[in-house]
């Protein structure tokens, strides 16, 4: 896959670690005509599989670093991945070439039924052994490493024994995968099941985190005086995410990072504005602290 | 302790009916109601593949309003979740399940609209692949041609309608309310074809004889096979029509001998 590079005119595949931004369809023209200042682009992998996304994308690559992120594939499933989804991804990264492949700790697909959102999955030790298979057949037939990213959530389990953190060092022990440590996820699901963003952060395996990513979340009312933070990608990304994201690049090292906007998507200066904040944290100077217990 | 297919089970069933009481067995409830974090996923749902059913059906969505189009999509939705996580290929059962639920299947021409949506959808999203040009066949001796059979280019259906779905769908996706005022509802068979055409959907409506030929030739039926005894020049106008627009993939001649084991396609 390397080779072909070379052949087709094409930048290398290498996500850099600079700021990227999440590929959306209003974008298309604009990335097109202007090849604006982006250092790479991400697309969710099952928006891209025919028709004139995927071709508006091959232009793209030749410009462009490209990511693929999978919202499909459904790696919490017990009942094994889609076949047929699988050779889908497999045949758009042949065609595409991507720096990164990844997909989320959860699941999608239960009996056949797509459900179309990322479920979060009970954290048990068969959870873990479903999730090293799933994984471990989407490297076979990747010929790669993928990373898995931590979700987003609104509920827990009651029969949950092992803590996210926890449970996705061990999926990246048992199968050799990356992950991809998403820090709005972490503050949302910080704030929705009272856990502590920092000691998730720390409980991370810092070589083995190899992309990040940045959202916008919201803040929904429950009856009562409950609240929930919602993972709508719809705005720009929130100070206690910013905060995190600068301790992350301390502890862990510059990351390919993204800025991700699914709802209420903006006019692309405003994502390319974010973008540049995140690369300006991105470039601060290391404290020596942080550095030793990265890799 | 439940396994895990056990939990994705019922939360899977849970979110596709209204009844959520298998998968709050699972959920933990603290701080505040189960049901309450339980309902956003089946929100999430509803809204992901709601959206995916509008963006497939959008001069349906226009036509009976997007309150209406959630109703029916919530309802589609439940009979008919997707199978695949490739959304692209989701809701090609629409069109009959508008014609069967009981607040559509009046509105006989919505399930034609319906049709012809999904095969925009179809063509738009067909693999790219040469076409014959139409001087591929140049070369060919005349004593030849009969034997000549050629396979559909993959961007380009034949439809049958019972209303003027075409027209009706194009004053709705352009919002022409007085060509829509002006279109008569009445029941009308009409044969299109639908091509993909630089990423937009070209429909034109063929004659039947014109449509029957082109099932045929499209089925890979022989020249000499289709060629009518009469009207066989509004035939070579069709054939020529056909190469010039580029609606072939590929073209074969069957040996000597072979043309009548070619598939009769009735009209």
């Not at chain 1, 989320?104 to 030790?125: A, F, Q, R, V």
């Amino acid at each position: 896959m390397l080779s072909v590079s070379v052949l087709t005119d094409r930048v290398p595949e290498t996500i850099p670690a600079l700021a990227g931004i999440g590929l959306r369809f209003p974008h298309h023209k604009a990335v097109i005509a202007q090849r604006p200042p982006v250092a790479w682009f991400e697309v969710h992998s099952e928006n891209y599989l025919q028709g004139a996304a995927f071709r508006d994308l091959e232009i793209i690559r030749r410009d462009y670093p490209v990511s693929l992120h999978g919202v499909g594939l459904s790696l919490g499933s017990a009942d094994g991945l889609e076949a047929a989804h699988l050779d889908r991804i497999v045949h758009l990264a042949e065609r595409i070439e991507p720096g990164l492949v990844s997909e989320h700790l959860s699941w999608s697909i239960s009996e056949g039924d797509y459900l179309g959102d990322l479920l979060p999955l009970p954290l048990t030790e068969e959870a873990l052994d479903v999730v090293c298979s799933n994984v471990d057949r989407f490297q076979e037939a990747m010929r790669r490493r993928i990373l898995v990213e931590n979700p987003s959530s609104y509920l827990q389990y009651r029969h949950s024994t092992i803590p996210e953190s926890e449970f996705l060092s061990a999926v990246t022990q048992r199968t050799g995968c990356g992950i991809l440590c998403d820090l709005n996820n972490i503050v949302v699901c910080a704030a929705n099941h009272s856990w502590d963003p920092h000691a998730y952060l720390d409980a991370l395996p810092p070589a083995d985190i190899k992309e990040l990513h940045l959202a916008g979340h919201t803040v929904k009312a429950l009856d009562g005086d409950a609240m929930l933070l919602i993972d709508d990608h719809g705005s720009k990304v929130d100070a206690a995410v910013w905060s995190l994201f600068r301790k992350a690049v301390q502890r862990f090292r510059p990351l390919p990072t993204l800025i991700e906007w699914d709802t209420n998507i903006p006019p692309l200066e405003v994502l390319i504005e974010q973008a540049n904040h995140a690369a300006a944290i991105l470039l601060e100077p290391r404290q020596a602290s942080a550095h030793a217990d990265a890799a | 302790m439940p396994t895990l297919r056990d939990i994705q089970r019922d939360i899977a069933r849970s979110i596709l009916s209204p009844d959520d009481g298998a998968a709050l067995t699972h959920i933990a409830g603290d701080g505040f109601a189960a049901a309450q974090r339980f309902k956003i996923y089946r929100n999430n749902v509803a809204i992901t593949l709601i959206a995916a059913l509008r963006l497939a059906y959008p001069a349906v969505d226009k036509l009976v309003g997007s309150d209406f189009f959630d109703g029916v999509a919530r309802a589609f939705i439940a009979q008919h979740p997707p199978h695949t996580a490739f959304l692209g290929d989701y809701g090609s059962e629409f069109a009959d399940f508008l014609a069967a639920f009981p607040a559509t299947a009046a509105l006989a021409y919505l399930a034609d609209v319906a049709r012809l949506e999904w095969t925009a959808n179809v063509v738009l999203n067909a693999p790219d692949a040469p076409a014959v040009r139409p001087d591929g066949l140049a070369g060919l001796a005349a004593s030849e041609h009969g034997r000549v059979r050629f396979a559909p280019h993959p961007a380009v259906r034949l439809l049958v309608v019972g209303y003027p779905a075409d027209a009706i769908w194009r004053a709705v996706l352009d919002g022409n309310e007085a060509a829509l005022g002006a279109i008569k509802l009445a029941p009308e068979l009409i044969s299109l074809l639908v091509q993909r055409k630089a990423d937009s959907v070209v429909m034109i409506r063929l004659e039947r004889d014109e449509a029957c030929w082109t099932r045929r030739l499209f089925s890979g039926v022989t020249l000499a096979e289709i060629t009518p005894e009469q009207d066989s020049a509004r035939f070579v106008v069709l054939l020529a029509d056909h190469l010039a627009h580029g609606r072939f993939a590929d073209w074969t001649t069957l040996p000597p001998g072979h043309a009548a084991t070619s598939v009769r396609t009735s009209v």
